[in-house]
């Protein structure tokens, strides 16, 4: 990747507030790895499409989170797959429904045992779903490894509980994945078109979902992201900049363009962006639809109705973006404080200037940290291992501290 300490904007349009990026020609863009942990559609499908959700989540969200999360406490199962589980199985009810096998569709337990407790006691079904959900992989679950920090496993483990015959991999599974994103709608359930989300489709919104101090839902942002942020969801802002950074980062293509550190050679980089502007660096050729790594942050903020600072020029610079936030806004250092969706993250590149590059913080687990970032030879996404407060190495990156803005 080629960080700069200065980029000169020389073409920009402003469109009900929101910088719009001029120039290029489209080609095909990027749309995340294979193992499928970048959404091709981070506005979720689901959160159209599927009109009951939201009148069962508001009736029903915060009568239960108070079981999903003693539940998620004994077991490790995150209580938003158990809340997506329970949608599926019964709409969020608490109530045992006419075929009897309790709110959370404990079919085999029914067939063993039509008056075991956990079938008519809410508290007892959800920890006895949890149970069952996690022996269905418990033999990937090794050496520490918790269903929480692996979002694949989380589809396999829901896909087996739900019974593997009713699709042939957990990507094609109705119940799963239904109305994650564009091209998982109105899937087939049991040779019928479905239009209610996907258990992993509910984790995902209810991950992304505003809650207020309390910790009590209030309303649906409509965003998915790939893995669960640890310690619950982000405020409202920080969730628009997460979801606005896996967009942005999403649709950037791969292009050759000039180097700045070896003139007269080119560098392959993920970095197009066919909206974008023509950009001119000092001693440099044009750039034309170079997305450098500090627009990331600066359109995810403002396309959040939150812009980090009317002189934008001011912060293209990673330098100067740091210093940003440690004079204006928040600025945590490496282990002084926890890393959380939405911060921006101030990397060492192993250059000799202190901060050589910047991603946008997008998930915590209680083992990594996942970031989108731009300008890059290989993958838009990136994780780095966490340890506590502290961030680890990854290759030649070293995490020095998260800016974050104050609300």
């Known amino acids: 990747m080629t960080r700069i300490a200065l980029i000169i904007l020389v ?90 096998e309790g709110p959370m569709g404990l079919h085999d337990l029914h067939l063993q045992n039509p008056n075991d407790p956990a079938l008519s006691n809410f508290p007892k079904a959800v920890l006895k779903a949890a149970t069952f959900l996690t022996d269905k992989v418990k033999g990937k679950l090794v050496g520490g490894k918790k269903l929480s920090s692996d979002p694949e496993l989380i589809k396999e483990a829901l896909w ?55 910790g009590n839902f209030t309303a649906l942002s409509g965003t998915c992201v790939g893995f669960e942020s640890q310690g619950g969801p982000s405020s409202g802002l920080q969730a628009q900049v997460v979801a606005n950074a896996i967009r942005i980062a999403n649709e950037l293509q791969r292009r050759a363009f000039p ?56 912060l293209l610079g990673v330098q100067n973006m740091a210093e940003y936030f440690q004079k204006n806004q928040i600025y945590i250092n490496n282990g002084a404080g926890a890393p959380q969706p939405g911060d921006t993250l101030f990397i060492n590149d192993g250059r000799a200037n202190k901060f050589g590059h910047v991603a946008v913080i997008t998930a915590v687990s209680d083992n990594q940290i996942e970031v989108r970032q731009s300008d890059v030879h290989s993958k838009t996404t990136a994780n780095f291992p966490r340890q506590g407060n502290s961030l680890g190495k990854r290759g030649g990156d070293t995490p020095l501290g998260w800016g974050r803005v104050k609300q």
């Open 11 to 100: 073409s920009v349009a402003t469109v009900g507030g929101v910088l719009i990026l001029l120039g290029g020609s489209d080609t095909t863009p990027l749309t995340g790895d294979s193992s499928g942990n970048v959404l091709s559609n981070t506005q979720c499908a689901g959160a159209n499409i599927d009109k009951e959700f939201e009148k069962d989540v508001t009736a029903n969200l915060n009568h239960n989170l108070a079981v999903y999360k003693q539940a998620e406490s004994a077991t490790g199962v995150p209580w938003a797959v158990l809340a997506g589980m329970h949608y599926r199985e019964s709409g969020m009810s608490p109530a045992n429904p006419p075929n009897g």
């Open 160 to 214: 087996r509980y739900n019974g593997t015959g009713s699709a042939p991999v957990p990507d094609r599974s109705a119940y799963v994945m239904n109305n994650i994103d564009a091209g998982h709608t109105h899937m087939n359930f049991l040779g019928k078109t479905d239009s209610r989300n996907g258990a992993y489709t509910v984790y995902a919104l209810l991950n992304q979902a505003v809650y207020d101090a309390s």
């Open 259 to 314: 180097s700045i550190d070896n003139p007269g050679t080119t560098v392959n980089i993920i970095a197009f962006d066919p909206r974008f502007p023509d950009l001119i660096t000092p001693g440099a050729p044009k750039q034309t639809g170079r997305l450098w790594c500090t627009y990331l942050p600066i359109l995810a903020y403002q396309q959040a109705g939150h812009p980090l600072t009317p002189n934008i020029t001011a």
